[in-house]
């Protein structure tokens, strides 16, 4: 097979790899988790999960890689029983006043998640944003934001972590750790405990 060419760049087939870097970027991402499990505001998280059980239905959206997680948040709600869609699927339901609209954007900055929030306010939507930067314009539209420290395109500092990879780790994980409340307040398992309460599927039915 033909080794696929790189964009101009020479290597030099002698010259050794840096040792460890898979390891120093797991490494720098736990480290990471660790302090946003220390920094972050249970009053905040409470209140997207308070927000997500009230509405009528819930809205999710995310650009780039935060689209990738906010399409995951969405369908683990899904999975519980809730009326959660991804914007821009083709079965996502027109938006209205009672809907939760959250939106997952690292700088706080990114356009077509500033264009969905100004849509949501002019349809009377709840938003909620998850966001690195509580100056960004998302968090001023919004109604309620989730603060996740993490590097972002806008908030740039060294790291082993490439990109925006920290930010969408911890995103994923404080998403997920609301899944794991809302699953708890609702009596609903993931059917490996061997608790006897209701799972996702009896949820959706009933």
């Known amino acids: 097979m033909k080794r696929r060419e790189s964009r101009g760049r020479v290597r030099d ?22 302090k946003v499990g220390r920094e972050l505001s249970q009053s905040e998280s409470q209140g997207i999960i308070d927000e997500i059980e009230s509405a009528n239905h819930v809205f999710v959206y995310g650009a780039g890689r935060s689209g990738y997680v906010a399409r995951s948040f969405a369908q ?12 821009g699927d ?13 939106a997952v954007t690292g700088s706080g900055e990114t356009p077509s998640v500033i264009s969905m929030l ?35 395109k806008l908030l740039e500092r060294p790291s082993h972590a490439p990109f925006t990879s920290l930010f969408d780790v911890a995103a994923l994980s404080v998403l997920d750790g609301i899944t ?27």
């Open 180 to 206: 794991a409340e809302l699953m708890q307040s609702s009596g609903l398992t993931d059917g490996t405990s061997g608790e006897p309460t209701r799972t996702w599927s009896d949820r959706a039915s009933g």
């Open 13 to 34: 087939p002698s010259a050794k790899r840096p040792a460890g870097k898979v390891k120093l970027v797991i490494d720098e991402i736990i480290s990471h988790l660790e």
């Open 76 to 87: 683990r709600l899904k999975q519980m029983g809730f009326d959660a869609f991804f914007v």
């Open 90 to 102: 083709t079965t996502t339901p027109a938006s209205g006043k009672g809907d939760l609209l959250i």
């Open 118 to 152: 100004e849509t949501g306010n002019a349809l009377g939507v709840r938003q909620a944003v998850v966001t690195s930067n509580r100056d960004g314009r998302a968090s001023r539209m919004a109604h309620l934001t989730l603060y996740v420290p993490g590097k972002t």
